[in-house]
């Protein structure tokens, strides 16, 4: 079984960086589709990109740039590089992966749809002030 583990949140201030990390164990899959989402205090899961297991991203236009998603194949990680933060950026962000599907990245773009993905990590704070 897939299980996602979070690290890398934290306080920062305006303008900062930070790195979060997913550990990806069990991710067996011959194609996969994993990604990022994030959840402000009192909001809904936004999703902020997706990425496959060859590489091809999708960025929600919101990001403006900002965040870059990545992968680590070998060492079952997945990245979220977020600069110039801002506050608000804070939310609870979680990495969500299952096997790869034709709509995949849809759904990552879609927050009623973020459900189909089975696969979710425990989330990692982020607060940015």
């Known amino acids: 079984q897939v299980q996602l583990v979070e690290s890398g949140g934290g306080s920062v201030k305006a303008g900062g960086s930070l790195r979060l990390s997913c550990l990806m164990s069990?991710?067996?899959?011959?194609?996969?589709?994993a990604g990022w989402y994030r959840q402000p205090p009192g909001g809904i899961h936004e999703g902020i990109a997706a990425?496959?297991?060859?590489?091809?991203?999708q960025y929600a236009n919101s990001m403006e740039g900002r965040f870059t998603i990545s992968e680590d194949n070998a060492q079952k990680m997945l990245y979220l590089q977020m600069n110039s933060l801002k506050p608000e950026d804070t939310a609870m962000y979680y990495c969500?992966?299952?096997?790869?599907?034709?709509?995949?990245?849809?759904?990552?773009?879609?927050?009623?749809?973020?459900?189909?993905?089975?696969?979710w990590g425990q989330g990692t704070q982020v607060t940015v002030s």
């Open positions: 969500a992966a299952d096997q790869f599907w034709p709509g995949c990245f849809q759904a990552f773009g879609d927050p009623q749809r973020a459900y189909e993905y089975n696969n």
């Open positions: 069990g991710m067996h899959y011959t194609s996969y589709c």
């Open positions: 990425i496959d297991r060859d590489g091809t991203t």
